[in-house]
């Protein structure tokens, strides 16, 4: 143990971060999801302590169900109101209710608190060789690939016929596992093997007609993550048979997958506690989840709450950081038992140019699959926003005509332009909204690209400078690998300072997250009716089973390490240059700062991004559990009844962290100087684990 002058922590290769900032209330973006229907009555999660259960009940399921006859009545039978009940990572149930009603039932004898249900949105061939995973060597050679580790994944579901879920090599699941596969329409248990060996779903806040619901996926999300994470080995895989040929592989290519569903158009909280209740019982060894609905404080976020209890019993939890940059503080998912991570990008493009009739060509990216031939220049016409003018667009506008405007990462315009005789379509992100420099390959329905946002300014200055601007595409529908700087931190990966604690710093490490390619559903189509077995999408949902798989590959070689240890070993040993040997960049620090992109600081970054090999040997190890979390929660000045919802038979705060929240036994140093003060002194304790045994 050793205790160090916050002055001196940076000449000791930790963080470091001098920071003042103001907390302000901040809600998800959710402009592009689908709108809900407002109700009458609302699901709610009803946290109960079940140490206070009242001794006349033979069960919590009859005390709940009490519950609910005396605090909502209706004439329905109660038992069928009940959506769940909750007694492994947490102790209560879930039950529509009306606002009075939820209110009343708050005032019982025995609840803690009850919690109105969120809304949360889900936020690789080359990626794995990028983190430094090689087939013949390295960390997949000292971990035989993850062999038998145990990854649930909690998300939109899984095509089990993808060859990325075949389980050619693999040997029996172990005795211990309890999951399977649920059997009905449409998915029979069959489709499970010794790869995919869990599928499950949990819908029941839309669905009230008590048919079991199908794992199999709708939307895509659930299998790109999937196969991200532990996908097997898949040769010649690509995209439309054109985009990042080569061999497909999750990070951890042996793990088992074991799918919850819990996400359809929306995801609700009471569904996805309920996935959380079934992987902790079925005993996977990782939960990722790639999920987030917005900074909230702990107390209030039942997933936050579920997974404090699944980090106590031992499992290792990985979230998304969520995609709000790159506006600061917008970091999601940040509670010190998640291991929280940001999105960056690798190196590999897919280049598109765009020539002017000045004879300026404007470099972009695109997943189009035709090479433009013949079409000569083109007229050029500006539409500000594709997203609000798309659905107005008319012949008369955009006939044969090139349409330019703003864009937030969807091709779904380009059907909209082609429907109306468009000839191609040139977008960006909004520089108000996400990065500088974001350009991300979109598979276009006609010849189009996405640019950067400075190469879109060109372009703009170029339509304005003539009375008739005028460009032509050209295609190499090709990929091309090690020539761009990376990783560079994405423009739209969420950023800290923490907003639930500022002292804890947030993301914990970044990784690929950015066009990366991965198994999808064949009979969900991208737009314009096409279909792929592979796909290529961004966000921090593909960051995050990056480093499940990678955690994946860690637990196989230190079985008896606690999660915090894992986490530990990510951080301490992620890397801050890129492949130049230069400071990673940040494609959101340029933000209402000029042209220049920036070092990326660990509130975009955290430690920094992921490097496997290092981390299988980290040396030393910063552990903390459940005591300390409690104690970190009793820093934050939480209540005894919020703290509670965590830990049942907690009665008061006897131990303080020396130094606060910032006190946390943790991987990283965020210190928040008040004008009073300009030394503090923090503690840490690290393990050797750096021999046999450990």
Not at 170 to 184: E, I, N, Q, T
Not at 442 to 460: A, C, M, N, Q, R
Request: charged share 20%; net charge negative.
């Amino acid at each position: 143990m050793a205790a160090m002058n916050a002055r001196l922590l940076h000449h000791l290769a930790v963080f470091l971060l001098l920071a003042q900032f103001t907390h302000s209330a901040l809600v998800p973006n959710s402009k592009n999801h689908p709108e809900l229907k407002p109700r009458a009555s609302n699901t709610y999660i009803v946290h109960a302590n079940h140490l206070a259960m009242p001794p006349n009940f033979a069960s919590l399921d009859h005390w709940y169900d009490s519950l609910v006859a005396v605090h909502s009545p209706r004439p329905a039978n109660t038992s069928g109101r009940i959506l769940y009940t909750y007694d492994t990572v947490m102790h209560g149930f879930a039950v529509e209710l009306t606002g009075d009603e939820a209110r009343r039932m708050s005032t019982a004898s025995g609840i803690t608190d009850v919690h109105k249900d969120r809304v949360l949105y889900t936020q690789t061939t080359r990626s794995p060789g990028f983190m430094g995973l090689d087939p013949l060597n390295g960390a997949w050679n000292e971990t035989d690939f993850g062999d038998g580790v145990i990854i649930g994944i909690i998300d939109s579901g899984i095509w089990p016929e993808s060859a990325s879920f075949n389980d050619h090599g693999l040997g029996p699941v172990r005795p211990s596992w309890k999951g399977k596969c649920v059997h009905v329409d449409g998915f029979n248990t069959s489709l499970c093997n010794n790869k995919l060996v869990g599928a499950k779903a949990f819908d029941a806040v839309v669905r009230r007609d008590g048919a079991v619901p199908s794992p199999r996926d709708k939307h895509g999300h659930g299998t790109h993550v999937a196969s991200t994470a532990a996908g097997a080995e898949v040769p010649d895989a690509g995209m439309m048979s054109m985009f990042s040929r080569g061999t497909a592989r999750g990070a951890a290519p042996k793990a088992r997958v074991a799918m919850y569903m819990a996400c359809g158009d929306h995801c609700f909280g009471a569904d996805i506690v309920a996935a959380i209740e079934a992987a902790v019982k079925d005993g996977v060894d990782i939960i990722s989840m790639s999920l987030g609905g917005g900074p909230a404080p702990y107390y209030l976020d039942d997933l936050a709450i579920a997974l404090f209890g699944a980090e106590r019993r031992g499992i290792f939890v990985v979230m998304a950081a969520g995609n709000y940059g790159p506006d600061a503080s917008r970091v999601e998912n940040s509670a010190p038992w998640m291991t929280t991570v940001g999105a960056s990008t690798i190196d590999r493009m897919f280049p598109a140019n765009l020539t002017l009739g000045s004879g300026v060509v404007l470099s972009g990216q695109s997943l189009y699959t035709m090479k433009a031939k013949g079409t000569g220049m083109l007229q050029l016409v500006s539409s500000e926003s594709c997203r609000m003018e798309s659905a107005s667009w008319t012949p008369d506008q955009v006939m044969g005509k090139i349409v330019v405007c703003l864009d937030r990462g969807t091709d779904k315009h380009g059907v909209a332009l082609q429907n109306a005789g468009g000839a191609g379509l040139v977008t960006t992100v909004d520089a108000t909204e996400w990065s500088r420099d974001g350009a991300e390959a979109l598979p276009f329905t006609l010849p189009g690209l996405t640019l950067s946002v400075d190469s879109y300014e060109k372009l703009l200055a170029y339509m304005a400078s003539e009375p008739n601007p005028v460009a032509s595409f050209s295609f190499g529908c090709e990929t091309i690998i090690e020539e761009n700087r990376a990783p560079v931190v994405a423009g739209f990966s969420s950023r800290g300072p923490n907003p639930a604690a500022h002292e804890l710093l947030k993301p914990d490490v970044v990784a690929p997250g950015s066009n990366i390619l991965a198994a999808w559903p064949v009979d969900v189509a991208l737009s314009g009716g096409r279909r792929t077995e592979y796909n290529i999408i961004s966000g921090t949902s593909m960051a995050t089973p990056h480093v499940a798989g990678v955690a994946a590959l860690i637990k196989k070689k230190h079985p008896g390490w606690t999660p915090a240890m894992i986490r530990s070993a990510l951080m301490t040993t992620a890397g801050t240059v890129d492949n130049m040997d230069r400071d990673i960049l940040d494609n959101g620090a340029t933000y209402g700062r000029g042209d220049v992109v920036r070092a990326a600081t660990p509130f975009a970054a955290g430690a920094g991004h992921v490097r496997p090999i290092l981390a299988l040997d980290p040396g030393l190890v910063y552990d903390a559990g459940e005591r300390d979390y409690v104690d970190f929660l009793c820093a934050l000045n939480y209540s005894a009844k919020q703290i509670r919802l965590f830990a049942p038979d907690f009665v008061k705060c006897n131990r303080t962290l020396p130094g606060g929240v910032a006190g946390l036994n943790y991987p990283s140093f965020v210190v928040v100087f008040d004008n009073a003060t300009d030394v503090r002194t923090l503690t840490r304790t690290v393990t050797a684990v750096k021999f046999p045994g450990h």
